[in-house]
């Protein structure tokens, strides 16, 4: 219904904004008329047209604002919308459960049933003879098995997949062997574009759900701390990716057995790449939970160039935890290797720089923070920062547990001549060779002692 009337709605305003030109250019050109006059008749020709443009340009955005909210927003689509902004704050099954239960059970007269097929094994069903009857659990096993596609698809009132969409009983959610059956008599009445959205979102839920539930379910012992330690490095690059033109290397180091820090390196395409790295406010599980949950809510947006709705989306997802005082600070930067320039987010990170070749030597080109804490605060308005990018230019992002590095009398490094000399020195090696240097500095500058924050840094050359 939707995509028919977005359709039809084209069609119509191009045929009124044609034959309104037309009509209206026929009557301001006389049979004959001087130069002077054709002049000046084309310059309203002209006027007119563009009048017309800038008209239909208006008409077809109210059109589709109505159209959205007609078919989208309104009738028996409301149902999905509804639970689609509910499952947004889930993050955990319990809380499925509970949106399930009062908008697709209590509002919609649904019957619902939820399984796990990696273990053939039912999370949720409804309360009614429906679902819990062995027969439609039977068939469902028979027509529905744990290795079907991920996607979304529809059920006939046999319980089998059906391409009829008139004909639908229901419909069906599958991602990572998690299966969501809904028995609905009027499916139909629901605009089929809303399920590609009530997927994505779902895809989300499953994901998160799973991160949180792998994190919290091995935090008990000293024993499972290590393997949650292993876990959260398991969410970190095992392998830095060869791009052309950009060499990277990484180095991490939690003060603990887990880290609030990390990191990521997301190829978009051959030529753009996406570096993240982070830095969550606190220690322990809490720090853990919310690096995990930053992680996947990044790895699993499908598209990454629009870093607004990066920051938005992560933000959200930390603010539904629910976790008093946490946040994360966040360096967010598409680096374009063909038109030579970096895009960034940078929400309140210790100043990433840029050390750029010059005849004089190095300089170093500051990517300043351009966004609030996320997660705890209003994000308000983000704006995207762009910087030209030179061949041998190097990107270096690190967390503050290197520039807050200590002496004995309480200097921190960052603020420090060795510090900016070695940068300086470091800018012409290779990415590795260059993370060496940082780290023989930040051991050698904390003498003996013990570090006191996590240390992560991620260097990137360009053009090589």
Known sequence: ???????????????????????????????????????????LVSAIFITVVFLCTKIRSFLYSKIIHDTLESGETTLINQFIDRLRFCYTLDEFYSVIGDVLEKVGDCSVMLVDRSKNYILYNSPNRLTTSETTRTKLDQNFSDTWLDGHFFFDRHIGVTSNYKKSRGFFLVYNKYHLYVFCKYTKLFDVEIYEKLYEEYKRFVSRSKTITTLSEISATTKEWEQL??????????????IPKLKIATYFRPLVNVSGDYFSILPIDQNKTLLMLGDVSGKGLPAALIMGLVM?????????EDLVGVIHAVDKAI???????KYTVLFLGIIDTEKMKIRYINASM????????????????????????????DMGDIQVAEKRLFRGDTILIATDGVSEVMDDSGVELGDTDIFKKTLIAGAGKTPQAFVDDIVDLIMKYNGDKKLHDDVTMMIAKVGY
């Open 229 to 242: 330690a292993e876990t959260q490095q398991s969410f970190l690059p095992q392998k830095i990716p060869n």
């Open 296 to 304: 996947n809510t990044v790895k699993i947006i499908e598209d990454k």
């Open 319 to 325: 603010k539904g935890m629910h976790l008093q005082d």
């Open 350 to 377: 210790s100043d990433p720089i840029i050390l750029s070749p010059s005849p004089n030597g190095y300089r170093m080109k500051p990517l300043t923070s351009n966004a609030s804490l996320i997660g705890i605060l």
């Open 1 to 43: 219904m939707y995509r028919t009337r977005k359709k039809l709605a084209l069609i119509l305003i191009n045929v009124v904004a044609i034959l309104l030109f037309i009509i209206v250019s026929l009557a301001l050109v006389p049979p004959r008329e001087s130069k002077e006059k054709s002049l000046i008749t084309f310059l």
